[in-house]
């Protein structure tokens, strides 16, 4: 089943400027994962942040949670040609070992 | 690291025959799962194990499909007989510690059931 949704479902940029990526979700959560998708790839797993966590970084990605408004941000700094992928959020539920997925933000990043 | 590893890349078959794909997780990894992404669904999960134990596979379509793993560091799952709408990207993940923890997917296989 699929908890989570992006917003936007496309995004278009030129390279150099960031990209945001939204993601919201329906019930209490212990975790939030980010993951990318290349074209005709399978998802790599980008950052993960706990329920108690507001802001997380890595690299040119910073994350950021709002669990009183059960969403999350993914924001691309600096963005490259390399950055074009799809972009999914997952969620995992208290007790429960099962992912949910959102069905993506796919992010073109234009030379 | 070797990844996940998924074979065959591509599998173009005809509708009613068999169809088996491959799963090579990370060792030392204790979870398994098998998803399906289509464009119209998105990633479903279809089966997930630990320890090699099947541990939910409410998400397998019906009984033409099975998964088995009868070993750590390998699995199967068997589409019979095969039907167009089960073209798809299968994907297989494994991670260690199940649950929340961080998947790590193969490059999935590209079924394609004509």
């Known amino acids: 089943s699929q908890q989570g949704e992006e917003d936007p479902q496309a995004l278009s940029i030129q390279e150099g400027e960031n990209a945001t990526m939204n993601c919201s979700y329906k019930t209490s959560i212990n975790n939030l994962q980010w993951y990318r998708q290349n074209s005709g790839r399978g998802l790599v797993h980008l950052i993960l942040i706990r329920s108690n966590e507001r802001e997380k970084h890595s690299g040119r990605l910073r994350v950021t949670l709002d669990t009183s408004k059960k969403s999350s941000s993914l924001l691309i700094t600096a963005s490259r040609a390399a950055d074009t992928a799809s972009y999914f959020c997952?969620?995992?539920?208290?007790?429960?070992?099962?992912?949910?997925w959102g069905a993506g933000t796919k992010l073109i990043i234009k030379p | 690291d070797a990844g996940v590893i998924q074979s065959p890349r591509h599998e173009v078959t005809e509708m009613g025959q068999e169809v088996t794909l491959r799963c090579k997780p990370i060792s030392g990894h204790n979870s398994l799962f098998w998803y399906r992404q289509t464009m119209m669904r998105g990633l479903e999960l279809l089966i997930y194990?630990?320890?090699?134990?099947?541990?939910?596979d409410s998400g397998m379509p019906e009984d033409r499909f099975s998964a088995k793993m009868p070993n750590a560091s390998f699995s199967t799952l068997k589409i019979q007989p095969s039907e167009p709408r089960d073209s798809a990207v299968y994907f297989c993940a494994s991670s260690l510690g199940g649950g929340g923890s961080p998947l790590h997917f193969g490059n999935g296989t590209r079924l394609t059931v004509t």
């Open positions: 194990f630990n320890n090699n134990v099947p541990i939910d």
């Open positions: 997952a969620t995992d539920e208290p007790s429960n070992y099962q992912l949910i």
